[in-house]
T-cell receptor, first 115, second 108 residues
Framework: EAGVAQSPRYKIIEKRQSVAFWCNPI?????LYWYQQILGQGPKLLIQ????????DSQLPKDRFSAERLKGVDSTLKIQPAKLEDSAVYLC?????????????FGSGTRLTVV | DAKTTQPPSMDCAEGRAANLPCNHS???????VYWYRQIHSQGPQYIIH???NNETNEMASLIITEDRKSSTLILPHATLRDTAVYYC?????????FGKGTRLSVIA
């Protein structure tokens, strides 16, 4: 089966600019996650979707980050305006159900550099 | 915050078994132990999970102590491609919370 697709692979922007990341999960996977991974740290959950509804966005900095999952398939994560500390890898993952026993499949991520 | 403690780094000779420890002394009765690994420039990859019993699959074995307060991931014959950061995660039915993991270096 095809994996989780993410684009772009790399992005460099200046602070205060906006940026968007795209994720296409595995076909049929109802649950989608966005994680932020700062260099040297483990991934940190930003938001969880179940189909096209938000389940958990408690760690999403909502003053500058937004995410949507239209039609319960693809998802976009946006940052506006970006700050230097947003430099990180943004990982998208999907699972067949919300339960962990089904395992998460991660994409390769988008590496964002804010200068 | 992560509920597990792992050594920051380990080395293993190629072809030997790699034994990665994890302490999870506050684990609850309904929480599983999960292991993921992250190879450089890739997203994390699921390895194995367990509740009480030892588990084995094509990638690794998971040994969980009887009191469930610690576990060990075993890669029976480590290869250079097993060089990665290995994450031990304890969770019930909530999203995965990653710590810093153990950086395993397999040496030729």
């Amino acid at each position: 089966e095809a994996g989780v697709a993410q684009s772009p692979r790399y992005k460099i922007i200046e602070k205060r600019q906006s940026v968007a990341f795209w994720c296409n999960p595995i076909s049929g996977h109802a649950t989608l996650y966005w994680y932020q991974q700062i260099l040297g740290q483990g991934p940190k959950l930003l938001i969880q979707f179940q189909n096209n509804g938000v389940v958990d966005d408690s760690q999403l900095p909502k003053d500058r980050f937004s995410a949507e999952r239209l039609k319960g398939v693809d998802s976009t994560l946006k940052i506006q305006p970006a700050k230097l500390e947003d430099s990180a890898v943004y990982l998208c993952a999907s699972s067949a159900h919300s339960g962990l026993l089904y395992g998460y499949t991660f994409g390769s991520g988008t590496r964002l550099t804010v200068v | 915050d992560a509920k597990t403690t792992q050594p920051p780094s380990m080395d293993c000779a190629e072809g030997r078994a790699a034994n990665l420890p994890c302490n999870h002394s506050t684990i609850s009765g309904n929480e599983y132990v999960y292991w993921y690994r992250q190879i450089h420039s890739q997203g994390p990859q699921y390895i194995i999970h367990g509740l009480k019993n030892n588990e084995t699959n094509e990638m690794a074995s998971l040994i969980i102590t009887e009191d469930r307060k610690s576990s060990t991931l075993i890669l029976p014959h480590a290869t250079l491609r097993d060089t990665a950061v290995y994450y031990c995660i304890v969770s019930g039915n909530t999203p995965l919370v990653f710590g810093k993991g153990t950086r395993l270096s397999v040496i030729a």
